[in-house]
């Protein structure tokens, strides 16, 4: 089984509409990340969390909502989605080192 | 702040062929220096890495050395395969113990 998973894989979704990116691990990790890639911008920081208790905002945060459940668990929300957060999403994980560990991707698309 | 510059892409090459994907790098202090690779519709997959200067990292057939004085961490294979054909990303890790990631650099290699 996937050490990080992320669901759903695939969401079409309209503007406006509320929608949520689930994303576990199984790890033991503390920290945990979000990123959307866009085609030749790389990667870039939504939010992270080192532990429970602890919610970051990354580079590019206005729009967006984290939740940390559980050690195991960082939900991302898309509260009213917009056309321009069409993009390719990935949870990531790592313990206190510098090595991140990635999930498959959940593919958005914002009509 | 950090950030990192990749070499343009897409690449095209012949099976056999020797690959250079350049990577340098601005940062604060001593950060640690990551490729990563990404295949078709799958999440990014850490290749190689090397955390202080000198350091060589290597796997599968890739090379990339930490050169400070020259700030970059430029990957090499001697002869790639149809099956590296992917993304690959050059990323560092900084004081703020964040990924950087460059603008990702796609590889194809041709039978």
């Known amino acids: 089984d996937a050490d990080v998973t992320q669901t759903p894989r695939n969401r079409i979704t309209k503007t406006g509409k509320r929608i949520m990116l689930e994303c576990s691990q199984t790890?033991?990790?503390?920290?945990m990340y979000w990123y959307r890639q866009d085609p030749g911008l790389g990667l870039r920081l939504i939010y992270y969390?080192?532990?429970?208790?602890?919610?970051n905002k990354g580079e590019i945060s206005d729009g967006y909502s984290v939740s940390r459940q559980a050690q195991a668990k960082f939900s991302l929300s898309l509260e009213s989605a917009i056309p321009n957060q069409t993009a390719l999403y990935f949870c990531?994980?790592?313990?206190?080192?510098?090595?991140?560990?990635f999930g498959p991707g959940t593919r958005l698309t914002v009509t | 702040g950090d950030s990192v510059t990749q070499m343009e892409g897409p690449v095209t090459l012949s099976e056999e062929a020797f690959l250079t994907i350049n990577c340098t790098y601005t940062?604060?202090?001593?950060?640690?220096l990551f490729w990563y690779v990404q295949y078709p519709g799958e999440g990014l997959q850490l290749l190689l890495k090397a955390t202080k200067a000198d350091d060589k990292g290597s796997n599968k057939g890739f090379e990339a050395t930490y050169r400070k004085e020259t700030t970059s961490f430029h990957l090499e294979k001697g002869s790639v395969q149809v099956s590296d054909s992917a993304v690959y990303f050059c990323a560092l890790s900084g004081s703020a113990r964040q990924l950087t990631f460059g603008s990702g650099t796609q590889l194809t290699v041709l039978p």
């Open positions: 790890k033991g990790h503390d920290r």
């Open positions: 969390s080192f532990d429970v208790k602890d919610i």
């Open positions: 990531a994980t790592s313990e206190q080192g510098y090595e991140q560990y």
């Open positions: 940062a604060t202090g001593y950060p640690s």
